[in-house]
Each structure stands twice: as C-alpha cells, then as structure tokens.
C-alpha cells in the first residue's frame, strides 16, 4: 500500500483543473473556486461555532441549542441542548415545503423481470410515500416494544424497506445497528449481543448475482445464541421457505401494513445515539462506533452538499453504489442524501447481474448525474472491458466519486475518460466509519485534482501530517493522519468501551484524533493516503482487521495458528494471505483441500468477504526472538506470490526469519 502511494506520485504530474463544463451543468456551485474554498476553510477552522451554525441553521430544529460545540478532548457535544429528528430532516420537511411528490428514492431490484418494463423491477417512492411506509413501520416496532434509546438490529439486503426501517427507527427515537448482509450467523451473534437489542429486522432472502442469500437462516442460527432476541421482523423479499418460530417472528406484511400512517417524530437531543455501526479495528472484536443525531445530520448533509453539488429541481439523481451495510450507504445512500432533496438511487444486488453492464444500463435509464463507487469497483469495471460503458449513453454524468481505498492513478484516469468522457470532475473522497462523512476531499468546481489524491481537507477538518510527538512534518515526509480540533461527524465513542476510544483514537498522540492512516501532503499541501498503519486491511474497500481473520482460523480443529497480512491485489486493492501452522496429526494434510477448507471456515465465521485469497502452511511462525511475528516479513513473503494460489506445501520460514531479524 505505502509503496503504492509514493510510486505514484513519482510518476503522476497531471492536474485537472475545475472546468467550465462542470460549472455549466450545475449552474451555480455551492463552492464556486479557490478563493471561496479558502475563506471557508478559513474561517471554519478559526470559528468553527459560527461556521457551523450557520450550516445548521438550514435544518429544522425543534428547539434551539444552547451553544453550538462543548470540547472536552476526547468528546465533544454539538448543538448542545437542541432537539430535533433527523427523520423529520429528511422527510417531513420535504413534504412541509410543497415537494411530499418529489421522489425520495427510486430502487431498483436485481433480478431480471421480463413483466416489468426495461426489464426490472423499479421502485421510485415519493417523500409522501415514503412518509407514510415509515410510520407504519415505527408504530410496528413500538408494537413489538421497542421504545427510544432501545438498539434494533438490522440485518437486511438493499430492499426499500432497510431504509424504511432505519427512518423508522430514527423517528420514534430507538438507534439501530445495521449489519451487513454478507456477514455469517457468528458475527451476527457478536454484535446484537454487544448492541442488546432485543428486535432483528431482516429478510427472507436476498438476491446476489442471480442466487439467494438466506438471510433469516442466518437469524435464526445466530438467535440460538441469542437468548435476549424477542422478536425477529421478516420482509419478504425472495419468497424462499423460511422456518419459523412462532411468537418471536412477525411477518413485516402482517404487521407494518395493518399500521396508521401517521406517527409524528419524537423530539430527540442533538446528542441522542443515531446508530451504531461495527467496524473493525485492532483486535479481533469489533467495535461499535457510536453517531449521535445532531452532529451527524449536519456534517454527513452538508459534506454531500459541497462535494457531490446536489441541487435539488435541476434533475439530478445521486446514485452510490456502496451497500448500506457500510458507513458508506448510511451517509451517501440515505442521510446526507434525503435532507438535499435529491433522488437517491437504492440498487439491491450485484454490478454484474446478468451482465456487466447492469450499472451503465441504469444510469442511463434514470439519467444519473453523479455517481459514487470505490476503485476494487473501478478495477473490476476496467477488467470488464470498455464494451459495457461503450454501449451505454452515459451523457447525464456530471460527476465522478470514489471511496474506501487509494485509487491507483490508472484507474482513475480510465474512470475520467471512459465512464467521465472526460468532462466530468472526479472527487476522491477519503473518510472512515468514524468520521461520519467526508474528511478529505475535492470540491468539484473549487479544487483542481490530481489522480491518486484526496486533495484538501474538508470544511471544519482541521487535517494535518505529524510524527508521534504531533509535530506537523514537512512537505513529502510521511507520517500519522490526524485531525487536531473536532468536527460535527466525528464518532461519539465506542459502544460500551470508552478505554478502547480513548485508546484507539486519542492516545498515540495526545489531544489529536489518530485516523489510523499512514499519510503525507505534497508542495501544493494536498493529501495522499499511504494505508492503514494498523492491522487493518482494506480488502475490496471493505475494512477487516487481521485479528478477527485469525481468530477465526484458529478456531478450526486443524490450526494452532495463524497470521494474517494484506498483498497486493489487481481487483481488491489488497487481498488477504494466511499464514498457518497445524496442530499434531494435521501436518501431513497441508494441502489444497485444507486450504479449501479453511477458506469455507472463515466464510462461515465471519462472511465470505473474509475468506483469505492464499493459504500457506508453515512449521512455525516467523518470530523475532522476543516472539513477536515478523509481519513485516510476512507481507514481503506474501507480496512476492502470484495471487489466487495456493501453496500447498509445508513451508520452513525459519531460515529466511534468521535473515531478516535485524530488519523488524
Ligand atoms: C480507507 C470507508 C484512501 C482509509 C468510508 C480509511 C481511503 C478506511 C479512502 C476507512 C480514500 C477510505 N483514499 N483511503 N479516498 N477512503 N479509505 O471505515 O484507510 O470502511 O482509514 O470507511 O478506508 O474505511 P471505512
């Protein structure tokens, strides 16, 4: 990764200015140039409180704050003393204004439908509607006894009804906590346990690439662990058989729909939890990061405001790609997206299905206007070949966006030119679970891009490169990314672990938040992101520490244990290779079957966006003599291996550990 980083800067010099083009199709930019960029930026640094309440002030509140930021490193409260719903920021307000008609959220579902026109099947839900959906829901999870401050568990495809539910949830004041619906009945466990919620929202199914999902299978497999779980609310999605158990499971058609449509928003404190969502870290337990409402709402709105232009009655439709199992679809699928009054484009299933130009082929027949991915897409989209886009009328386009993990100067400029036709601005965005919305990024009619770089720091991000002792380094020299004052989005804590926040975030160097990232900034002070300094790796621009991945291996009868490391890969950006040691009467069985058979393990432990690409068998870990592994070392050794193969054989890594002791 940090090697990646610096090759490319040695060899990229071109810089894209903001174009006229841009500025035509937007009419006027919220950021219009440089100059405006700068004394923004100024002045939100400098008076953050005025700056942002400014900002909120285009928010309904039902009653005012009392000061705008308290700071008491590490925690900060905003809007302090106010009250507002975020349900009714990206709502009801709609409908208050005259625009209840407007389309909140056009969905599209996966499969191939030959009965509905196009060929798919489409949904596009009006803010009334969705109003009305959202109501209901909320009066049946007060049915089923939730009440404010509870945590309900979502585990759910990408069908109307998530987005339903988290509304719903933020509505009558209750947090939820999504979990992403690749994740296997274990994780599940892990973290409804951690959350205590006593309500799981799920689905029978969920369609993937032309298969099912069966997600209520997962449920009901994490549930036998799960004895505080009091009912399980079912969408019926696929109409796959589903077992059941009566008293704890409720049909969503049963109960949502017998519901009024009206249920007016509860009155909630700015910093009243909004959610939580896992994310990994360090150790092999997740952590559940905590976004209060107030804060949130502001800055996740906002940020998608400047950096993706979103106007609302100019035509456009805002389509991110990202599940919203991730920060990613919480923030730029659903709550930056409905307060902007701007059509959020909802996809349930996979990029490819049937064909890999199913992207392209929705964009041009919802005339999409800014579209937001990640590069592991990107690269995959390349590999495709051009032939897709090609056939495609891609001229709504105005804008271009990517997130999750540096993107590699190649892939950005194929992106530029054959998804963009080169007129349209590409914002790389870097951002964390943590920080609620952009960090990082360019503003698309302000800042000039260079590929592989975030830019320049978002308004009220107080950004900057130091060592370990907070000093700023110079130009080129990499070093921590911190931000040195809070921001409105930043995470609250960790649920239930305020030593690991501390910890975690606001220890390695004292008073500045630690982002995790190795960074550095060039001459014209933009960002460029070297990779995680952490065990954490970006696998397909999804975030998984190495622990959890170990964790699971060694919890095969075969493995005494395990040590995971990123490589390079041409899709994922990073890949996973595991080194392994076997216990007494394994050794003899290293082979591809076990590999296969580890790879399932970790499918069914975690999900099957953990399972590691390459499995190696070996004697024994490379350790230093105090007995640390030499991961350095193992990244080296991984790195050198073509990708997607198994070694098969038992490997003696002593030798070359010898070597390289002096070096770790
Ligand atoms: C990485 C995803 C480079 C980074 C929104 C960060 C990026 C981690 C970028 C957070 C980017 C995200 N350029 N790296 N534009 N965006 N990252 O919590 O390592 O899933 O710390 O949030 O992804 O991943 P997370």
């Known amino acids: 990764m940090a090697e990646r980083g610096i090759q490319s800067v040695l060899v990229e010099n071109r810089v894209f200015e903001p174009n006229a083009r841009f500025r035509d199709a937007v009419g006027a930019a919220h950021i219009?140039?440089?100059?405006?960029?700068?004394?923004?930026y100024q002045r939100s640094l400098s008076d953050p409180?005025?700056?942002?309440?400014?900002?909120?002030?285009?928010?309904?509140?039902?009653?005012?704050?009392?000061?705008?930021?308290?700071?008491?490193?590490?925690?900060?409260?905003?809007?302090?003393?106010?009250?507002?719903?975020?349900?009714?920021?990206?709502?009801?307000?709609?409908?208050?204004?005259?625009?209840?008609?407007?389309?909140?959220?056009?969905?599209?579902?996966?499969?191939?439908?030959?009965?509905?026109?196009?060929?798919?099947?489409?949904?596009?839900?009006?803010?009334?509607?969705?109003?009305?959906?959202?109501?209901?829901?909320?009066?049946a999870l007060r049915a089923l006894g939730v009440s404010r401050g509870d945590i309900v568990t979502l585990y759910m495809g990408m069908v109307p009804e998530l987005a339903i539910a988290m509304l719903a949830c933020a509505r009558i004041g209750?947090?939820?906590?999504?979990?992403?619906?690749?994740?296997?009945?274990?994780?599940?466990?892990?973290?409804?346990?951690?959350?205590?919620?006593?309500?799981?929202?799920?689905?029978?199914?969920?369609?993937?690439r032309g298969a099912v999902v069966g997600l209520k299978g997962n449920v009901d497999e994490a549930c036998k662990s799960l004895p505080e779980v009091q009912h399980v609310l079912v969408v019926r999605r696929t109409n796959t058989p589903v077992s059941w158990s009566e008293g704890r499971d409720v049909w969503w058609h049963d109960l949502v729909a017998a519901q009024q449509s009206s249920c007016p928003c509860e009155a909630m404190d700015s910093e009243d939890l909004l959610f939580l969502l896992y994310t990994s870290g360090s150790t092999g337990k997740p952590k559940g990061i905590r976004h209060t409402i107030g804060g949130y709402m502001v800055f996740t709105a906002a940020t998608a405001r400047w950096t993706f232009n979103l106007q609302p009655d100019r035509g456009q439709v805002f389509f991110c790609t990202a599940d919203i199992g991730w920060v990613t679809g919480h923030s730029?699928?659903?709550?930056?997206?409905?307060?902007?009054?701007?059509?959020?484009?909802?996809?349930?299933?996979?990029?490819?299905?049937?064909?890999?130009?199913?992207?392209?082929?929705?964009?041009?027949?919802?005339?999409?206007?800014?579209?937001?991915?990640?590069?592991?897409?990107?690269?995959?989209?390349?590999?495709?070949?051009?032939?897709?886009?090609?056939?495609?009328?891609?001229?709504?386009?105005?804008l271009l966006g990517t997130v999750g993990e540096p993107?590699?100067?190649?892939?950005?400029?194929?992106?530029?030119?054959?998804?963009?036709?080169?007129?349209?601005?590409?914002?790389?965005?870097?951002?964390?679970?943590?920080?609620?919305?952009?960090?990082?990024?360019?503003l698309p009619a302000a800042i000039a891009t260079v590929p592989g770089s975030c830019t320049v720091p978002m308004f009220g991000v107080d950004a900057a490169i130091v060592d370990e002792q907070g000093e700023e380094q110079p130009p080129n020299v990499g070093g921590l990314l911190?931000?040195?004052?809070?921001?409105?989005?930043?995470?609250?804590?960790?649920?239930?672990?305020?030593?690991?926040?501390?910890?975690?975030?606001?220890?390695?160097?004292?008073?500045?938040y630690v982002a995790g990232d190795g960074a550095r900034r060039d001459e014209r002070g933009y960002f460029w992101i070297m990779g995680r300094i952490d065990d954490v790796i970006n696998v397909s621009g999804h975030r998984l520490g190495?622990?959890?991945?170990?964790?699971?291996?060694?919890?095969?009868?075969?493995?005494?244990?395990?040590?995971?490391?990123?490589?390079?890969?041409?899709?994922?950006?990073?890949?996973?290779?595991?080194?392994?040691?076997?216990?007494?009467?394994?050794?003899?069985?290293?082979?591809?079957?076990?590999?296969?058979?580890?790879?399932?393990?970790?499918?069914?432990?975690?999900?099957?966006?953990?399972?590691?690409?390459?499995?190696?068998?070996?004697?024994?870990?490379?350790?230093?003599?105090?007995?640390?592994?030499?991961?350095?070392?193992?990244?080296?050794?991984?790195?050198?291996?073509?990708?997607?193969?198994?070694?098969?054989?038992?490997?003696?890594?002593?030798?070359?550990?010898?070597?390289?002791?002096?070096?770790?």
């Open 32 to 40: 219009p140039d440089l100059a405006t960029y700068k004394a923004m």
């Open 49 to 139: 409180e005025g700056f942002w309440g400014d900002v909120a002030s285009d928010f309904t509140w039902f009653s005012p704050w009392k000061r705008v930021l308290e700071w008491s490193c590490p925690d900060a409260q905003w809007f302090v003393g106010a009250t507002t719903n975020i349900c009714f920021n990206c709502i009801d307000r709609q409908i208050d204004g005259g625009h209840g008609d407007d389309i909140a959220i056009i969905w599209e579902g996966e499969p191939a439908n030959s009965s509905q026109p196009h060929g798919f099947e489409v949904r596009r839900i009006t803010y009334r509607e969705l109003h009305g959906e959202v109501c209901r829901c909320a009066h």
């Open 174 to 208: 209750a947090a939820h906590s999504v979990i992403f619906g690749g994740f296997a009945a274990p994780a599940i466990v892990d973290r409804v346990h951690d959350a205590a919620s006593r309500v799981i929202v799920t689905c029978d199914g969920a369609f993937r």
């Open 332 to 398: 730029y699928v659903i709550y930056g997206i409905l307060p902007n009054r701007v059509p959020t484009l909802m996809y349930e299933g996979a990029p490819n299905f049937p064909s890999e130009s199913r992207l392209w082929s929705m964009v041009e027949r919802h005339k999409v206007t800014q579209f937001y991915t990640a590069p592991t897409a990107i690269r995959a989209f390349m590999k495709w070949g051009d032939e897709h886009p090609k056939g495609h009328d891609l001229s709504s386009l105005i």
């Open 407 to 442: 993107i590699n100067p190649e892939a950005w400029i194929w992106y530029h030119e054959t998804i963009g036709a080169s007129r349209c601005p590409i914002v790389d965005t870097m951002w964390q679970t943590e920080t609620g919305g952009h960090i990082i990024t360019p």
């Open 482 to 512: 911190v931000i040195r004052q809070p921001w409105p989005g930043m995470l609250r804590g960790i649920h239930g672990d305020r030593e690991r926040y501390v910890e975690t975030y606001w220890s390695k160097v004292p008073g500045m």
């Open 546 to 664: 190495t622990m959890e991945v170990e964790s699971a291996l060694v919890s095969h009868e075969s493995v005494v244990e395990a040590a995971v490391v990123g490589m390079p890969h041409e899709i994922k950006g990073t890949g996973i290779t595991a080194f392994v040691t076997l216990g007494p009467g394994w050794q003899d069985k290293a082979g591809k079957a076990l590999a296969r058979q580890l790879q399932e393990h970790v499918g069914r432990e975690i999900g099957a966006i953990a399972k590691p690409d390459v499995i190696r068998f070996t004697q024994a870990l490379p350790k230093t003599r105090s007995g640390k592994i030499m991961r350095r070392l193992l990244r080296d050794i991984a790195a050198g291996k073509d990708s997607g193969q198994d070694t098969t054989t038992l490997e003696d890594l002593s030798v070359v550990a010898k070597l390289r002791e002096s070096d770790e």
